[in-house]
Structures are given as C-alpha cells and as structure tokens.
C-alpha cells in the first residue's frame, strides 16, 4: 500500500497563493489516479482537483477551476496542487489520496469512496 504525507499548508491573506505537495512511500506513484479534497469545519469533505496516471488529465471543482493547478513528478513520487488567488472560502484541511483500480472518470474521481489511500491533512487558512 501507499503512504501520502501533505505539507505547504499555511496562512495568506485573500488573493495570495499557495502550494501543496503530497509525498507518497510505499508504492510507486505512477500506479494510481491521485486526487485533493478538502474539508472546511462543518461541513463534508469536498472534492478539490484529480490527475490521471500519467499526468495527462486533470479534472477540477468549478470553485476551483482557474485557480488551483494539479500536477504530479511520477518520477519523485510527488503530487502538488498550486493554488492560485485564493479565496476565503477556501479555508479548510486539505487532503491527499490515491486509489490504483478507480477508473479516472469525471464522476468516479469526485466522490471520495473511489480513494483507499489518504494523508494526515494540511491547514490551509486565507484571511480577507
């Protein structure tokens, strides 16, 4: 199995950015879709951006889209998740996750059921 460590979380003021990697043990990364979701105190853990294997396709929330960037180095067994004008209601726990049998549909990579592997979380806080 794999094991996923986030770091890069922090505090910005509204319109700053910031970057989130996810580093992953155990397994090679290359095998598995990789995905970022995000939970705000209260409220569910909502999907945020997913890559495909290869890096070659990406699928974003639309309150992200724009603004957020997945990207991944198969290679280091590096996930990253540039975040771009940030927002208030971004705010939240960021999480990393894999899962090696999903099929990377724009459906399935949404729902957080499609992932076994997930980290510990990052804070991520923007101030207005």
């Known amino acids: 199995q794999v094991q996923l460590v986030e770091s890069g979380g922090g505090s910005v003021q509204a319109g700053g950015s910031l970057g989130l990697s996810c580093a992953a043990s155990?397994?090679?990364?290359?095998?598995?879709?990789m995905g970022w979701f995000r939970q705000a105190p209260g409220k569910e853990r909502e999907f945020v951006a997913a890559i495909n294997r290869s890096g070659g396709s990406t699928n974003y929330a639309d309150s992200v889209k724009g603004r957020f960037t997945i990207s991944r180095d198969n290679a280091k067994n590096w996930v990253f998740l540039q975040m771009n004008s940030l927002k208030p209601e971004d705010t939240a726990v960021y999480y990393c996750a894999a899962d090696e049998g999903v099929v990377f549909s724009i459906h399935l990579t949404r729902r957080t059921t499609s992932y076994a592997y997930w980290g510990q979380g990052t804070q991520v806080t923007v101030s207005s």
């Open positions: 155990g397994r090679t990364l290359g095998n598995y879709i």
